[in-house]
């Protein structure tokens, strides 16, 4: 605990520059003359502080000594070069490989070697230059133009960007959308035709959090499905091994809501012989019509 405290009196003056040894023992939670000790403390360990009585006095490091003020442990920085690395597999640049050499060559054997994430994507080079034009553009508040390709068909849109969105395995654009005047999540690798224009604009109020999923995946159709046990990897793996249970028979019973019908029959065709759906009664019907259609094309 007198470690912490310690630590942690020295960030404040760090940032703060000058402080009573009032306000830091409110902050701490400890007596004023705990809080005179702790000074003593690091003057013995080599830190210069000066205090000064009266109005405008407090404790201060004295000006001129020069100190390490990220006061990261080896932990610390492992944890940022994991991250550093993480964005470096996107960017293309090396930008973030060159910050990650500026740090301490002790850091680099401290780094957490063992976890490695990979935001790269099977789009290739696409993926790089396009969200570092976006950077730019969320940086500069300069509007953005593309055609996006969407489920219900494409569209010219007309962006205010806000930031850039690791999310469900993909990287998002959330801005506010002129043409449909509200805050939107646009898929990157839906983008086509890509413009940063000239034209500047005051940024908005930002919702916060960003887009919850229930906006962009809203459980707005119940279905149940029927999989054969050799379907089970995929349930587990899509959506988790609490998204089924058995049936008496050996099969697999899956209960979920669904943003809309098309995505569902898309996603049980998908499963061939091994699914077959349930309910909606009416969805089961369409299938059983666009399955007739489908046999009868390749019907020799």
């Not at 403390?41 to 000006?63: K, N, Q």
């Not at 000594?65 to 993480?86: E, F, M, P, V």
């Not at 080079?125 to 509007?143: F, H, Q």
């Not at 159709?221 to 349930?235: D, G, H, I, S, T």
Request: glycine share 8%; aromatic share 10%; with cysteine.
């Amino acid at each position: 605990m007198v470690v912490d405290r310690l630590i942690g009196i020295l960030a404040v003056l760090l940032r703060e520059e000058r402080v009573t040894a009032g306000q830091l023992a409110d902050r701490f939670e400890v007596s004023v003359r705990t809080v005179r000790r702790d000074i003593d403390r690091l003057c013995r360990a080599g830190i210069p502080l000066r205090t000064e009585r009266g109005s405008g006095g407090g404790v201060s490091i004295m000006e001129g000594y020069n100190l390490d003020r990220t006061l990261l442990t080896d932990a610390d920085r492992g944890a940022i070069l994991a991250g550093l690395r993480s964005l470096d597999s996107v960017s293309g640049t090396g930008y973030y490989r060159q910050l990650m050499e500026k740090l301490p060559p002790a850091a680099e054997s401290a780094g957490d070697d063992c976890v490695v994430i990979d935001l790269a994507s099977w789009y290739g080079p696409a993926l790089a230059p396009r969200l570092a034009e976006l950077k730019e553009a969320c940086a500069g508040r300069r509007v953005v133009t593309f055609r996006y390709c969407a489920p219900g068909g494409e569209s010219f849109r007309t962006v205010e960007p806000n930031k850039l969105v690791f999310r469900w395995s993909s990287w998002y654009l959330h801005g506010w959308c002129r043409d449909r005047e509200e805050w939107r999540l646009f898929k990157l690798s839906r983008m086509l035709e890509l413009t940063v224009r000239e034209e500047r604009f005051v940024p908005r109020p930002a919702p916060w959090p960003i887009t919850p999923v229930e906006r962009i995946y809203p459980d707005a159709l119940q279905a149940a499905v029927r999989f054969a046990p050799e379907a089970r990897w995929r349930l587990v793996d899509e959506y988790g091994a609490e998204s089924f249970t058995w049936e008496p028979d050996g099969t697999l019973l899956f209960r979920r809501g669904f943003p809309d019908r098309e995505e569902l029959l898309r996603w049980v065709l998908s499963f061939q012989d091994q699914a077959e759906l349930l309910e909606p009664e009416e969805l089961r019907r369409e299938l059983g019509r666009r399955l007739k259609k489908f046999s009868e094309k390749y019907d020799t």
